[in-house]
C-alpha cells in the first residue's frame, strides 16, 4: 500500500497546477492497483484546498469524487493520536507538524511502507520510503 498526501491529491484534482501532469500517472497506477490509501486528516486537508482554491462549486464536485474513491481511509482513533504523540516527540525537530505525524502513526499502524508526498519534512525521516513523483 501507499498513503497519498493531500498535496499529491490537490495536484491530481486541480489542473492548474504545474505539478499536476506529474501525478496523473502514478496516483492512478496506485488507484487502479488499489494500493492507494488516506487517513482522515489527508481527506480534511484535500477537501479544504479544494473548496478554498477551486470553490465551492468546482471543488465541492471534486471533493466529493475524491470522497467516493474506492480506497482505505484510516480512522484517528485514541490509538493513533498516542502514536502520533510519539510521531511528535520523534521528528517534530525535523519539521513534522501534527498533521504530518497522523500520516506517520497511521503509515505505522496499518504497516503502510510507502507515501507519495511532495512534503520535504518526509524525506528527513530516517527508513520512511518517500515516492515524490514531482
Known amino acids: 500500500m501507499i498513503l497519498i498526501d493531500a498535496n499529491i491529491w490537490a495536484y491530481y484534482f486541480d ?4 505539478e499536476h501532469t506529474s501525478v496523473i500517472r502514478p496516483v492512478e497506477k ?10 482522515a486528516t489527508v481527506v480534511v486537508e484535500t477537501l ?8 465551492p462549486l468546482v471543488g465541492g464536485r471534486k471533493g466529493t469524487i475524491f470522497t ?12 493513533t493520536i498516542d ?8 521528528f517534530s525537530h525535523l519539521g513534522i507538524g501534527g498533521r504530518d505525524a497522523t500520516i506517520l502513526a ?22 520512511l520510503h518517500v515516492v515524490d513523483p514531482c
Do not use: W
Open 30 to 39: 496506485a488507484l487502479t492497483s488499489q494500493k492507494a490509501c488516506v487517513n
Open 83 to 90: 502514536v502520533t504523540k510519539s510521531k511528535l516527540c520523534a
Open 48 to 55: 479544504h484546498y479544494l473548496v478554498k482554491r477551486l470553490g
Open 68 to 79: 467516493s474513491l474506492d480506497i482505505p481511509i484510516f480512522t484517528l482513533d485514541l490509538e
Open 15 to 18: 489542473e492548474s497546477l504545474s
Open 106 to 127: 497511521s503509515m505505522e499502524i496499518e504497516n503502510v511502507p510507502i507515501i507519495m508526498t511532495h512534503d520535504q519534512s518526509f524525506k528527513r525521516i530516517p527508513d
